[in-house]
């Protein structure tokens, strides 16, 4: 009855959200004012008393808990019992925890973010620079360790760990459970069935003033200052100015904060502060605050702030609960709380056999013996009263009784539970080959693959909204001003981070699923085969595995990170296109080229050819056709590119490279011209009048020219067909392998 009691306070909790006017349309605002708030804490608060009762028990259980209650012993006389928890729930807390610590620590790079701009064969090495950036803005971040154990702690512990932002940009995230987020009992496990979160947290003056101190500012963005200066003086209960036990007015706790003055910050007690979540019926969520104690309004205000809950709140589970819902899920805590309890009185009464057992039995045989009962030594000898007698009693080894409960309670832990890595495999026989290992590791991390998955979905969200805020962030973060500049100076463009795919971004998975054990294998089983990698695969291989014996600090000494893209098809095409314009023939621009890695190999050899004509050492005869060719095709691949904003840089040094070529093509023309004028005016003039004749050795020289060239061009054409035929074969080979690959997978 009291569950059934607790389930319908929850739902009485949503009676406390509108839905439709009176005219039967959504209502903008689902939660009336800030009465109906608190009516709302209220409700949700008392639903989740016995809830709180359990967690406190499980939490004393991980904090080293006696498994009786000391106070009762002593009463009953059993002061002396044995009464010890010996840490097996925190054991498997920490053995729990370092599968989630493992996948934080082991990744070079936390996030992968996916570009919008620029050339595909360039975009891969701009989001591996920023998502090592994020990284380290990241582990920069200095709660940001903290706060994950912290949220990895509390949802193995107690089922549920949230991570929420209790502001409206900060890419900063708290974290907490159930103990900090209240939502309605019965609530789907879900994000998006939440109709309200409830999160308290508490406020020093100085900050509540940091988000006020502009107040039309403030007013702007959804503050009520007047509601934040009255809480506030409330709150105020000590003038360090004038002594006395509260401010006489705004003005003079102002002038302290203003000041900056750290004992009006920090010595007047905080303030408590309710965050509402509320889900509105087109599914946007408002966000609200208001104060604990006796408030006149909300706080803040703010209408559709969040398109959907994760932008405000992620939840972390470890299961799906027994019924779907957030309050069914149990914890590591919940399902070990018996077993340990039953545990820890098994081992004091194990003990307590122990100590009985090596007692030496002694029995007076009258009142007056046992008062006049004492001991005599002479040397290593004792010699008793008269009248007392050694008893000998055989008492029963109690550890052969409970060793077999102890070890059944072990083994019912690591079955019903994911740890059962815990208690490892058996062992059988020692000589096993590494198939078994593997086998057995199977079966270690088998039970946990599950939650591992669970955490994922969740985290992917979290950094996913992380990312977001970084790159609509508006603020001015000193931290975030560092991390641009650090993307900046390796080369990425301020807009290809604020046109960043954030929807796509995701967590980078951990080699192994958490195990380093699982991850050795996996490596070794990938070194098996590396001989089918390229160079850029075998690298990152071997920087993998030497990151995994010696950690990412110390990898660079053996295999510094590699920043080289792997080489695109592209690349080959442009060469075989060099050698066709050096023969001065066109080449035709196809639109789906990768037109940055054509400019980055034609541009080159443009330039080259002209310092060439510039030192004498091109015939300009020769020369000129190619000169005019590359013209043409460098100009049609920059226009190309053009309408790129990220592609910019590069488009203004071809256009650069194309006003150098322009030059040149006009001197080497009247060169030739020149040439041709100086040949006929040598040339005597034949049958006393008529045109002038052209030299006929400079004719013969540009037609035996003109004859190469075509040659050449034929050639090339012949050379590229055969290039891209053998491609094509080889492409449509590896498309087999794979299809014959995933078939047999």
Request: aromatic share 8%.
């Amino acid at each position: 009855m009291a569950t059934n009691k607790l389930q319908m306070d929850g739902l009485d909790a949503l009676d406390g959200l509108g839905s439709l006017d009176e005219k039967g349309k959504p209502v903008k605002s689902r939660l009336k004012d800030v009465k109906s708030a608190v009516s709302l804490f209220g409700t949700l608060l008392k639903a989740d008393e016995q809830s709180a009762a359990n967690r406190a028990r499980v939490d004393a259980m991980f904090d080293g808990a006696s498994p009786y209650d000391q106070g009762r012993l002593s009463s009953s006389g059993q002061g002396l019992k044995t009464n010890l928890n010996f840490g097996e729930a925190q054991r498997l807390l920490d053995i729990s925890l370092s599968a989630y610590v493992d996948l934080y620590s082991s990744l070079e790079k936390l996030v992968e973010v996916k570009g919008t701009l620029g050339e595909p064969s360039e975009i891969g090495a701009l989001e591996d620079i920023v998502s090592e950036e994020i990284t380290h803005l990241l582990r920069g971040w200095p709660e940001f360790h903290s706060n994950y154990l912290r949220l990895c702690t509390t949802f193995i512990k107690h089922g549920v760990g949230v991570a929420y932002f209790d502001t409206p940009d900060d890419w900063r995230f708290r974290v907490g459970g159930f103990a900090d987020i209240l939502i309605p009992r019965q609530t789907p496990a879900s994000e998006n069935f939440i109709d309200v979160a409830i999160g308290r947290r508490s406020y020093h003056l100085h900050e509540l003033y940091s988000y006020i101190k502009n107040p039309k500012a403030a007013e702007k963005v959804g503050w009520d200052v007047d509601e934040v200066k009255r809480v506030m003086m409330e709150n105020a209960t000590s003038d360090r100015r004038t002594g006395a036990d509260s401010y006489s007015n705004w003005e003079a706790l102002q002038a302290e904060l203003k000041n900056n003055d750290v004992y009006a910050g920090h010595e007047n007690p905080t303030v408590s502060v309710l965050h509402f979540w509320v889900r509105e019926m087109d599914g946007s969520i408002s966000h609200y605050l208001c104060s604990e104690r006796d408030p006149k309004n909300f706080l803040y205000k703010k209408l559709s702030r969040y398109d959907k809950p994760e932008q405000a709140y992620v939840m972390f589970t470890y299961g799906v609960g027994s019924n779907g819902t957030y309050h069914s899920i149990r914890g590591l805590g919940h399902r070990i709380f018996n077993h340990i309890q039953t545990s820890n009185r098994l081992r004091c009464q194990m003990i307590d056999g122990a100590m009985l057992g090596s007692a030496v039995m002694i029995q007076p045989d009258s009142q007056r013996a046992l008062d006049e009962l004492g001991f005599t030594y002479y040397g290593a000898y004792a010699v008793l009263s008269p009248n007392v007698n050694i008893i000998e009693k055989a008492v029963p080894n109690l550890s052969t009784a409970v060793q077999p409960a102890l070890q059944d309670i072990s083994q019912q832990l690591a079955l019903n539970t994911d740890t059962v890595s815990t208690y490892g495999a058996q062992q059988g026989s020692p000589y096993r080959n590494q198939m078994q290992v593997v086998a057995d590791m199977d079966v270690s991390t088998r039970l946990s693959g599950a939650s591992l998955n669970l955490f994922y979905a969740s985290w992917n969200r979290l950094l996913r909204e992380v990312v977001r805020r970084i790159v609509n962030n508006k603020k001015n973060d000193p931290v975030l001003k560092d991390f641009y500049s650090r993307c900046e100076a390796r080369g990425v463009p301020r807009e290809f981070i604020k046109t960043l795919d954030v929807e796509r971004t995701r967590a980078v998975r951990s080699i192994g699923n958490g195990s380093y054990a699982n991850r050795l294998v996996a490596l070794r089983e990938l070194q098996a085969i590396s001989g089918s990698f390229d160079d850029v695969g075998r690298k990152n291989l071997t920087r993998d595995i030497v990151s995994t014996r010696v950690g990412h600090d110390l990898a660079d000494r053996y295999t510094p990170q590699q920043q080289e893209a792997r080489p695109t098809v592209d690349n080959k095409i442009a060469f075989f296109e060099n050698q066709q314009l050096m023969t001065g023939s066109p080449v035709p621009v196809v639109t789906n080229e990768l037109h940055s890695v054509h400019l980055q190999t034609h541009v080159p050899a443009l330039m080259q050819l002209i310092e060439q004509l510039n030192t004498g050492a091109a015939d300009p005869v020769q020369a000129l056709p190619a000169l005019q060719a590359f013209y043409q095709h460098i100009a049609e691949t920059a226009q190309q590119l053009a309408a790129d904003p990220a592609q910019a840089g590069m488009v203004g040094e071809a256009n650069q490279a194309l006003q150098f070529a322009e030059e040149m093509i006009n001197n080497t023309t009247k060169q030739v011209q020149k040439m041709q004028r100086e040949a006929a005016q040598a040339e005597p003039e034949a049958g006393g009048g008529g045109e002038p004749q052209v030299d006929q050795a400079l004719a013969a020289k540009m037609q035996e020219h003109q004859i190469k060239m075509q040659i050449a061009q034929q050639k090339a054409e012949l050379d590229m067909q055969i290039k891209r035929a053998k491609f094509d074969q080889e492409q449509a080979m590896r498309d087999a392998k794979n299809a014959m690959e995933m078939t047999s997978q």
